[in-house]
């Protein structure tokens, strides 16, 4: 029994729409004659519709009463298209056109109410952001059917039990676990594929949340994991995971195998084929996640398990996340006294503030961290609050931050203590000018990070990427570490 996850641009369009149902019907045949066969769908909302429904909400709640009429009439033609092309049957269209106009009704009310409110609060935002994957689920199982596969839609409300953090809802496993197999299971025996929404869940007491933004993926492997699939396949748009995003370095290649700890920090540090909660329930359940491309199915894509396919200490891919701050505290005041870290994470941690990365300078003069933007003011006013008294001795003069910088994350397993190594990154970016404003081993063996300036981001991820040779297979690379070290080859 295998979980399929199909994302934005596979569901984008009416021949994306027949190119999954096309990969669905072979799959459902090919499990039919496994010992336990069966196929859940989990799908996202057709690519685009998420941000216009955000920004409809968000312009009604600034008083714009025209835009989220305007969204609703595209989003009826962006999906009646679709059905138009793809299901003859008559009875099925208008069914699918009276759930079109519910949910567009909806829509519409739910914008009018926060135009009149003139505001916008999570948990409203939660229940218009859900709404393009309760328009894709139905859609997607009735194209299934018009292609002879028995399938049928499932909301997630019903079956993703999540607490109350609105735009960011984590599941809550026992209920959750109950109700998919209670609902979905039956399905599964009697060969019906459900396709389910992606993203949204509801609280115990039904009240709609989103589990973040991207977070299908997370959705499919909380569903794959709770029914102990087979496997759990994330369909996209790219060839599997990639050792750098195609988008910023065109020749990055496709890696075949990883391990759930370094898809975990290329997820965390900003890849974004994968949502970064992702591996969690499939770890949990040892489940082999596979990432694989809904326009070229016949590419094996990369597999997810414990082990990758190399012992460590080679880098497997590039990574980078922008939108970031470096927080630095620093004073001479600061060496030898105990509890000045200690007191400073816990002032981050009292406003929430998530931190990505932490370096510390060796002599305890300063102890650097990296917020994102949005946060790096509350963050500076509570450390400024925190350590009043040390400033006003000047035992710490300096509480600041530096603004508009990316992490650079390098992966691989074992990478960390391998000599050379961050020699070549350095020897990399140094080429090309780029200043390292800070540098830290990530918390796991797989990761080494770097600050740099956001405009050099994308520079210094293709001149890391290619003083290792990503682009080449790996038999045809010269030794990494001779590399690093500056010996060529000859
Ligand atoms: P989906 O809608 O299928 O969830 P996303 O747009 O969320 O797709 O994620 C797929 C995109 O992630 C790719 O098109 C690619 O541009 C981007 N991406 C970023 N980093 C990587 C990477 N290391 N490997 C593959 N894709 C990546
Ligand atoms: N549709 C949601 C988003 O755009 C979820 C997803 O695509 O995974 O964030
Ligand atoms: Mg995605």
Request: hydrophobic share 45%; proline share 4%.
């Amino acid at each position: 029994m295998i979980v399929m996850k199909f994302g934005g641009t596979s569901v984008g369009s009416a021949d994306a729409f027949a190119q999954v149902a096309a990969i669905v019907a072979d799959k459902a045949a090919e499990q039919a004659q496994t010992p336990r066969p069966g196929v859940a769908v989990v799908t996202s909302a057709m690519s685009g519709v998420t941000n216009l429904l955000i920004d409809a909400a968000q312009r009604a709640a600034n008083g714009d009463e025209e835009f989220f009429l305007e969204a609703e009439n595209a989003l009826r033609v962006k999906h009646q298209t679709v059905a138009g092309q793809l299901i003859d049957d008559g009875n099925e269209r208008a069914a699918l056109g009276r759930i079109f106009d519910e949910r567009l009704q909806e829509f519409t009310r739910l914008c009018s109410s926060i135009a009149v409110l003139g505001e916008l609060t999570k948990r409203g935002l939660d229940v218009v952001s859900g709404l393009g994957e309760r328009l894709a689920a139905p859609l997607l199982a009735a194209v299934l059917r018009a292609r002879g596969v028995p399938a049928e839609y499932i909301d997630a409300t019903e079956i993703v039990v999540t607490d109350a953090v609105f735009g960011g809802a984590a599941p809550q496993i026992e209920p959750t676990e109950a109700r998919c197999r209670a609902r979905l299971l039956p399905l599964l025996e009697q060969g019906t594929v459900p396709v389910i929404t992606g993203f949204i869940g509801a609280t115990a007491e039904g009240i709609p949340t989103t589990l973040g933004r991207g977070g299908s993926d997370y959705s499919g492997a909380i569903i794959g994991a709770v029914l102990e699939a087979d496997e759990i396949q994330i369909w996209t748009d790219v060839n599997g995971v990639m050792s750098a995003d195609p988008r910023i370095v065109p020749n990055a290649r496709s890696l075949r195998q990883l391990s759930y700890e370094e898809v975990a920090e290329l997820a965390y540090y900003g890849a974004k084929v994968l949502h970064p909660k992702t591996v969690t329930p499939a770890i949990e359940k040892q489940i082999p996640l596979r990432v694989l491309n809904t326009f070229q199915p016949e590419h094996p894509g990369t597999r997810i398990a414990e082990r990758s396919d190399h012992t460590g200490g080679t880098v497997k891919a590039i990574t980078s996340i922008r939108g970031m701050n470096l927080i630095t505290v620093a004073g001479r005041g600061m060496i030898g006294v105990p509890g000045i870290a200690a007191r400073t994470f816990q002032a981050v941690a009292g406003v929430g503030a998530n931190v990505l990365m932490i370096s510390q300078s060796s002599s305890e003069q300063s102890i650097c961290f990296v917020v994102p933007e949005g946060s790096a003011d509350t963050v500076i006013d509570a450390l400024r609050a925190e350590f009043k008294v040390e400033r006003e001795r000047r035992y710490i003069d300096e509480i600041g931050g530096h603004g508009n910088v990316a992490i650079i994350a390098v992966v691989g397993s074992g990478m960390r203590g391998t000599p050379g190594l961050a020699a070549g990154i350095f020897r990399a970016v140094g080429n090309e000018a780029i200043n390292v404003i800070a540098i830290a081993q990530g918390s796991s063996e797989a990761n080494v990070s770097l600050v740099v300036e956001e405009t050099q981001a994308a520079e210094a991820v293709r001149a890391i990427h290619d003083i290792f040779e990503l682009h080449k297979p790996s038999g045809e690379r010269s030794s990494q570490l001779q590399r690093a070290g500056g010996i060529d080859r000859t």
